[in-house]
């Protein structure tokens, strides 16, 4: 089992449309989520981090975490065009050194105008 | 962001050249790290550092030497690299190295290409 699965899509939305992306994990005890957006040929961009069960809201972005369910998700709502990128999942995860973080392989989202 | 920044922007290079990346932070953070990452995969860490000490990766090939001559700059040595080696490597910083709540920043990213 991979330690983060995210869901490779593309996922398609039109304009105005809530986007949805989930993702989960293997680590029970992590304790940090993080949702990144990474364009084409840019680096990753810390979009919003997550540590208690619940939602936060930043804006158009809600992240979502449910540690019983090792699942956290991110909705954008009131899509746009310039949201269209690369959404990694990135998550806290015990290593032998101390915590690492382990991202998984990223949702293609593409907002339709 | 220009808190974290990374030369050259673009490198190509032969598989007996020799050739650094170079990372820079200006956010006052004591921990770095490079990360690989290849078309389709996820980001793969290569190399913690914590207040200028590496955390050993034995799973990197010796090909790939990393340097922290202080908490600020971060350097990637390569040499002898394999086409399979092709990739964006990132740096990235965070306050504090491998914290249960460790927020990392990333830099630009160095996109190489090996002949």
């Known amino acids: 089992q991979k330690e983060v699965e995210q869901n490779s899509g593309p996922l398609s939305v039109p304009e105005g449309a809530i986007a949805s992306l989930n993702c989960t994990y293997s680590?029970?005890?992590?304790?940090?989520f993080f949702w990144y957006r990474q364009y084409s040929g840019k680096s990753p961009e810390l979009i919003m981090s997550?540590?208690?069960?619940g939602d936060k809201e930043d804006g158009r972005f809600t992240a979502q975490l449910n540690k019983a369910s090792q699942y956290v998700s991110l909705l954008i709502r009131d899509s746009q065009p310039s949201d269209s990128a690369t959404y990694l999942c990135?998550?806290?995860?015990?290593?032998?050194?101390?915590?690492?973080?382990?991202f998984g392989a990223g949702t293609i989202l593409r907002v339709k105008s | 962001e220009t808190g974290v920044t990374q030369t050259p922007r673009h490198l190509v290079m032969g598989m007996t050249n020799k050739k650094s990346l170079k990372c820079e932070q200006h956010l006052g953070h004591n921990a770095m790290y490079w990360y690989k990452q290849s078309a389709k995969k996820p980001l793969e860490l290569m190399f913690v550092y914590s207040l200028e000490e590496r955390v050993e990766n034995n799973s990197v090939p010796s090909r790939f030497s990393p340097e922290c001559p202080n908490s600020s700059h971060l350097f990637l040595h390569l040499h002898t690299l394999q086409p399979e080696d092709s990739a964006l490597y990132l740096c990235?910083?965070?306050?504090?190295?491998?914290?249960?709540?460790?927020?990392?920043?990333f830099g630009p990213g160095t996109r190489l290409t090996v002949l």
């Open positions: 997550i540590y208690s069960n």
């Open positions: 990235a910083s965070s306050q504090e190295a491998m914290g249960s709540t460790d927020t990392q920043y």
């Open positions: 990135a998550v806290n995860i015990n290593w032998e050194y101390g915590n690492k973080l382990v």
């Open positions: 680590d029970r005890v992590s304790q940090s």
